[in-house]
Structure formats: C-alpha cells, structure tokens
C-alpha cells in the first residue's frame, strides 16, 4: 500500500513573474526587485526583461522577453550549463567597468570611497595554466569537466576557451588519464609549466599498483605530465616541473599555490615591481614559492615568510640555484611560519623599508593589524578578494597608512573573481 499522501513531500511550486534585472550583485548573479525582494537570476545582464520562476530569493530564467543594452552573446558551447564561467553574456566595456566597480564598492562599504581606483588591468581569456576537473567514472571511460551549474552533475568538456592552449589541447588525453585511475569520483588538479604538465589526483583513490600503475604512468607520458601525483603519493616525475617567476626558475611542489595565469601573474608582478622599485629591504609575506620575493630580490634583500614549508623550501631552493648560475639576484631569507597564528609584530618588522603580503581569500586581519602599528614606510596589499582586503585596508588606514591607489587586475576571465593591488604610504 502506498504512504498517505500527507506524509509525501511536496514541493512548493514557483512563482512567475516578469522583472527587469537592474544590476550585477558580487557573485555574478543578476539581480531583479520583485514586490521589493531582491531576486538573484543567474546569466542575466542589466536591462534584460526576463520572465523567471522564484523560489527563495532565487529566479529560474524561462525566456528572455527583451535584451538589455549589456547583453552579448556568449562565445562558449558549455556556456550555461558549465558552471566554469558566469560572465560571458555581458559586453567587454560593461565586464570591465563592472570588476573595477566591484573593488569600489568593496572600498566604500569600509568608509574608503574616496581611495583611487584605477581601470581594470585585462588580461586574455585562453590563458589559464592551472585547473581542477572534477572527475566521474563510467565503467572504463571518464567524465572530466567542471560542474554545471549549482548542480553535482559535471559538464563532460570538448573545449575550454579560459584554458591555456596547451591545457586545452590535451582534454581528451587528460580524459584517458582519468580512466585508469581507480577510484568512483576524484578532482584532477593540472598546472600547466613550461615544460609539461603537473597532475595531481586528488580524493578517496586506491593506490595504483602492478599493471594499474603501469597503465597510468603510460598515460600520464601520453598527456605530456611530467609529474604525476596521487593525494600525497608521487607516481612518476619524467621531469621536475618549472615554472618562472619574472625569467627565474622555480619547480613548485605539488598541489603548490600558483596564480591562475602566467598573464595575470605578470602583470601582478609588473605592479608589485614598480611599487617597490626603490625599496632596499623588503618582507614578503604570505610568499608561497617565490611569486614575488624571486623578482624582488633582484634589486633588494628580501625576507619570505608562509605557513607551507614545501613552498619556502622551493623558494630557498630556486633563489641557491639563481645564484649558483651567476645571475642578478640577492639571498632570500626564508622562514615556515603561520601568519595567522604567528603574525610578524611590529618589532619583528622593524628594519624593513616595504613590505608585500598577499593573502588567502580570507584575507590577513592578524597580520594587518600588525602591520598598522609598524614603522614600515611602505606596503604592498595583493589580494584575489576585495570584501577581506578592504576589511585589511581599514586596519592599515587607522594605523596611520594612506591608500595611495588600487588596481584590479582581470585574470580570472569571465568569473566574478577579481585580483587586485593595493599601495600603502605611511604618514
């Protein structure tokens, strides 16, 4: 006998309407007042009339009733139902304006609207070097892609127009790696280097052994990785893995923290340069394997300090071999140490003429705060989030630091992510 049908559960059907979307909140999300709620309706541009379903504070888009001024046709295939991307249906002018807006806005929540903000830095949209797949099994086959939508189900990639070439051009064999890899469901973590790819399968996976180990070292030689790990476990490396940091070499460890793309990255660091440019001694904080810190110590003494000793190693180790080979570069000072834990004092930082830091997403509060009752003269803010930096800014202004200028930096192209540089000048 079938359950009463009180005790089934229904779902509450949606509500129709008919709204103009009116802006673009943080996320990505268009946003349309309905009956004075706020009604968040993904892949909408300002000016479009839409007809959505609203459950929640959520609107379902059933049919565009009329184009805004904003709108442009999205480039990719995938587009809307991969969730890789959120801002392809938009102009270029209106995507431009709206990333700087998003560090203005963020600014001015804090009280620092009046801080310069300068135009968004652009960078190309096939140019990122670091991605992770979500990967499913279907008996011997994969799925390989990113996940649709608000949804678990993973779009089955052919192309990726914000990947690097390279990277792209090696899906299909990426797809065959993923076959030989036991496991149900996985996260497949690829770097492109200069020359090859880093892989790194990441979650509940057997170890390979015998001729399942065998199968995938082949396939990883026939995806062009030349290293090749599973969780903490190296299976092969054909090759140690290098990436440059401003022309210097560095072999990241596995699964290492790198900037999305080598534009991105170099434009981060052509800021960061110029900044300190005429700065003798120099902390960087927050250094991983030496982004910044390998460029600096070219013209200054530099001190790095990051919670992950992998990283620091490969940072000492790339600035020994720097020197070893005769090239322009100062020692770097290196140090393991948990900034939020251990953030450096004020006396610490005593003797630096500038300092970097370039946090997590959650931002550097501890270390701000610290930061802000130092001498240091000038500092350097990076930071891929602009709620926590402005939240950091706040922390330095009081301190007795004026926010010279910020400039966004584009390189998470077609996202709502947004880099960013911001200048500190003590007094």
Not at 123 to 131: E, Y
Not at 157 to 169: G, H, T
Not at 182 to 196: H, I, K, M, P
Not at 262 to 290: H, Q, T, W
């Amino acid at each position: 006998m079938g359950r009463s049908s009180r005790h089934r559960s229904r779902e509450t059907p949606p509500r129709r309407a008919v709204a103009r979307i009116a802006e673009i909140a943080a996320a990505g999300d268009g946003v349309a007042i309905v009956d004075g709620a706020r009604i968040y309706a993904p892949l909408t541009a300002p000016g479009d009339v839409v007809e959505i379903d609203i459950r929640g504070g959520r609107g379902e888009v059933i049919a565009l009733k009329e184009a805004g001024p904003h709108r442009a046709a999205a480039p990719c295939r995938h587009y809307g139902q991969c969730g890789g991307c959120s801002l392809q249906h938009v102009t270029r002018a209106f995507y431009r304006d709206w990333k700087r807006a998003r560090v203005v806005d963020a600014l001015a929540r804090e009280g620092l609207g009046e801080a310069e903000v300068r135009p968004t830095l652009e960078t190309p949209a096939a140019s990122r070097r670091r991605a992770t797949f979500a990967v499913r099994k279907l008996g011997d086959c994969a799925i390989l892609g990113f996940n649709a939508r608000r949804a678990s189900e993973i779009v089955d990639l052919e192309d990726c127009l914000i990947l690097d070439r390279n990277l792209a051009d090696m899906l299909q064999a990426l797809r065959a790696l993923a076959a030989t890899i036991d496991a149900g469901a996985f996260d497949l973590s690829v770097t492109q280097c200069e020359n090859g790819l880093d892989a790194v399968a990441i979650g509940k996976i057997r170890t390979p052994e015998g001729r399942g180990r065998a199968a995938l070292i082949e396939a990883a030689r026939r995806a062009g990785i030349v290293r090749m790990t599973v969780n903490d476990e190296p299976i092969v490396a054909f090759a140690a893995p290098v990436v440059r940091f401003d022309g210097l070499a560095v072999t990241p460890p596995a699964g290492s923290f790198l900037q999305a793309s080598r534009e991105g990255e170099a434009a981060l660091i052509g800021l960061v340069k110029e900044a300190l440019a005429e700065s003798r001694k120099i902390a960087d904080l927050f250094s991983g394997c030496g982004a910044f810190a390998l460029p600096l110590a070219r013209t200054a003494t530099v001190s790095a300090f990051d919670a992950d000793r992998a990283a620091i190693a490969a940072l000492a180790t790339a600035a020994g071999a720097a020197q070893r080979e005769g090239l322009n570069i100062n020692p770097v000072k290196v140090e393991a140490r948990d900034l939020f834990e251990r953030p450096l004092s004020a006396k610490e930082l005593k003797g630096f003429d500038a300092l970097i830091f370039d946090p997590p997403r959650a931002g550097a509060e501890a270390q701000a705060t610290a930061i802000a009752q130092s001498g240091v003269a000038l500092v350097v803010g990076v930071s891929c989030n602009p709620k926590t930096f402005a939240r950091d800014a706040v922390l330095l202004v009081s301190g007795g630091y004026r926010l010279s200028h910020v400039v966004p930096v584009d390189q998470f192209v077609y996202s709502a992510h947004v880099e960013l540089v911001g200048i500190f000048r003590k007094g």
